[in-house]
């Protein structure tokens, strides 16, 4: 099975900084990594898929790149409804996700 | 409007079962794979199972193979999945998600949740 690695685990940001969240891949998923928020108790949101496709409706403050192993996921300027956690998730061969990264209000 | 509404959770005895339903309405259901995705209480996402549009593509999470099994009724508009001998650690808030694809695989990505259906395996 294909292990996926987050990090950080969490952080803590000031509304309006750059935010970068890594995706780690313990084998090779070409670009098929998505990524999702989710706010506490809701369902999660597509945010990203193939790496870097920006799902419509997501603000484009949001934005992915990578291939291969290693992906990240950038919001340009956080605003506070960013505030949230974030999943990355693998589609290569079946399903997997990550651990998760919580950001958090400095 | 698209919806999912997952229903069928609940406290349940170790060892017993319990079978989740999804409902979808708006789309046209039989042009999706499907998904079931848990959530343990403050835990991460897990995937659990994932069925093609036609059922004939079935596959599971190490974790809940051979106990667990999905199905789908396309004139229903509906996702099932069974649990069978459950344990404490299938405790969670059970989703079920829809594909972008007809047949899960590499390049899948869900597009739409439930609002989730909560069990609890508990004695």
């Known amino acids: 099975d294909i292990q996926m690695t987050q990090s950080p685990s969490s952080l803590s940001a000031s509304v309006g900084d750059r935010v970068t969240i890594t995706c780690r891949a313990s084998?090779?998923?070409?670009?098929?990594l998505n990524w999702y928020q989710q706010k506490s108790g809701k369902a999660p949101k597509l945010l990203i898929y193939?790496?870097?496709s920006l799902q419509g409706g997501v603000p484009s403050r949001f934005s992915g790149s990578g291939s291969g192993t290693d992906f990240t996921l950038t919001i340009s300027s956080l605003q506070p409804e960013d505030f949230a956690t974030y999943y990355c998730?693998?589609?290569?061969?079946?399903?997997?996700f990550g651990g998760g990264t919580k950001v958090e209000i400095k | 409007e698209m919806q999912l509404v997952e229903s069928g959770g609940g406290l349940v005895q170790p060892g017993r079962s319990l079978r989740l339903s999804c409902v979808a309405s708006?789309?046209?259901?039989?042009?999706?794979?499907m998904h079931w995705v848990r959530q343990a209480p403050g835990k991460g996402l897990e995937w659990v199972s994932g069925?093609?549009?036609?059922?004939?593509?079935?596959d599971y999470a190490d974790s809940v193979k051979g106990r667990f099994t999905i199905s789908r009724d396309n004139a229903k508009n509906s996702l099932y999945l069974q649990m069978n001998s459950l344990r404490a650690e299938d405790t969670a808030l059970y989703f079920c998600?829809?594909?972008?694809?007809?047949?899960?695989?590499?390049?899948?990505?869900?597009?739409?949740w439930g609002q989730g259906t909560l069990v609890t395996v508990s004695s």
């Open positions: 084998q090779s998923i070409s670009s098929f």
């Open positions: 069925i093609s549009w036609n059922s004939g593509s079935i």
């Open positions: 193939a790496a870097s």
């Open positions: 708006g789309i046209t259901f039989d042009d999706y794979a």
């Open positions: 998730q693998q589609s290569y061969s079946t399903v997997t």
């Open positions: 998600a829809k594909d972008i694809m007809l047949v899960y695989g590499s390049g899948s990505y869900f597009v739409s």
